[in-house]
């Protein structure tokens, strides 16, 4: 599995567009990107998920360029309720039986 | 929107008791797991299980710890001798299948030994 590298924290004001950057050198060609978004004494909850180039939801979009050893999420317009853990996976399509998550960014909203 | 739950919300027990975290995935899941977060570190896999039987584990998945799915809904993770260092949040997850689509995460059970 790809080993994942993201900011440990980021601060960020209401209103303000969020992108939190995620490094994946070692992705494999099978490999998709997935994001999840963790509150306190919370379960993670699925935010988005791409292969490559843009992927956008209701809730973000995620930007993957063509050699794929990163990935971003943008977060548009954030709240006070987006201030969560954002975590940045990569897990193939096969084979894979585990979804590991690393440390994660803290993103904290400020008013 | 469908979910999974886990039972109970939160459970201390002894140290060296034995506990049963129980959690109904999401019905037309095949594939189901059990991390476990302890207070302000990240969440950690500790087994994934398909087709009755275990998939993959983790190292932190060792002789004390089983899992079972006794029904065609519940799927539980038993601690046989609880330990001071197994307190966490204890998150069931299910997904329809692996590494392409999304894990659904229950609520969790916060394990407190004592």
């Known amino acids: 599995l790809a080993k994942t590298t993201q900011p440990i924290s980021m601060d960020s004001y209401e209103g303000q567009e969020v992108n939190i950057t995620c490094s994946h050198n070692n992705i494999a060609t099978n490999d998709y990107i997935t994001w999840y978004q963790q509150f306190p004494s919370q379960g993670p909850r699925f935010i988005i998920q791409g292969y490559k180039t843009k992927v956008t939801n209701e809730v973000a979009s995620l930007f993957i360029p063509a050699d794929r050893k990163s990935s971003t999420l943008s977060l548009p317009r954030v709240s006070l309720s987006d201030t969560a853990v954002y975590y940045c996976l990569v897990a193939n399509t096969s084979g894979t039986y585990k979804y590991i998550f690393g440390t994660g960014t803290r993103l904290k909203v400020l008013a | 929107e469908p979910e999974v739950t886990q039972t109970p919300s939160h459970q201390v027990t002894q140290m060296g008791q034995e506990v049963i975290l129980r959690c109904v995935p999401i019905s037309n899941h095949l594939y189901f797991y059990w991390y476990r977060q302890i207070l302000g570190q990240k969440v950690e896999f500790l087994v994934s299980?398909?087709?009755?039987?275990?998939?993959?584990k983790s190292e932190i998945f060792d002789d004390q710890f089983s899992v079972e799915r006794p029904d065609g809904s519940n799927f539980t993770l038993k601690i046989r001798s609880t330990k001071l260092e197994d307190s966490a949040m204890y998150f069931c997850?299910?997904?329809?299948?692996?590494?392409?689509?999304?894990?659904?995460f229950g609520q969790g059970t916060r394990l407190t030994v004592v």
């Open positions: 997850a299910s997904s329809a299948k692996t590494g392409r689509t999304e894990a659904f």
């Open positions: 299980f398909y087709n009755n039987e275990i998939s993959e």
